[in-house]
């Protein structure tokens, strides 16, 4: 990180656009797209291994939501329980295998404060067989 830092914006945007996990803080002017190609929507999409999970299914997301920002070096914000229906519509470059999924929260400089990482549970909702 302080090598980074020592750079110019120039530079360590070159760098850090290397990284595939980066995309996320990608500057841009334009909303996300996701991989189904339409614009993703602020705590709704999510995005998985396509390997594991069905791409435009919709699922219900329990999970613990943080109630304040996370500032650095200090410890994790208290959480409250969240639930909502979500999309599968899109595609990590980084996530994979069955045991982790990334909900899109939205973009800005000011969202990221709010970006966390936590447990929760994912239940697919599929037709009943016959």
Not at 108 to 114: A, C, T, Y
Request: proline share 9%; glycine share 10%; charged share 25%.
């Amino acid at each position: 990180e302080s090598y980074l830092r020592g750079l110019s914006n120039a530079e360590a945007q070159h760098f850090l656009n290397l990284n595939p996990s980066y995309v996320f803080f990608k500057d841009s002017h334009r909303r996300a797209v996701t991989y189904m190609d339409i614009p993703a929507t602020d705590e709704r999409t999510i995005a998985s291994d396509e390997a594991f999970f069905p791409k435009g299914a919709i699922g219900f997301l329990k999970f613990e939501k943080p109630t304040q920002p996370a500032r650095p070096n200090e410890p994790r914000p208290p959480t409250i329980p969240a639930s909502r229906f979500v999309i599968d519509q899109d595609v990590g470059g980084v996530i994979k295998g069955g045991g982790r999924i990334d909900l899109f929260i939205g973009r800005g400089q000011d969202i990221r404060p709010w970006a966390f990482k936590g447990y929760g549970t994912l239940y697919y909702l599929a037709p009943k067989k016959k």
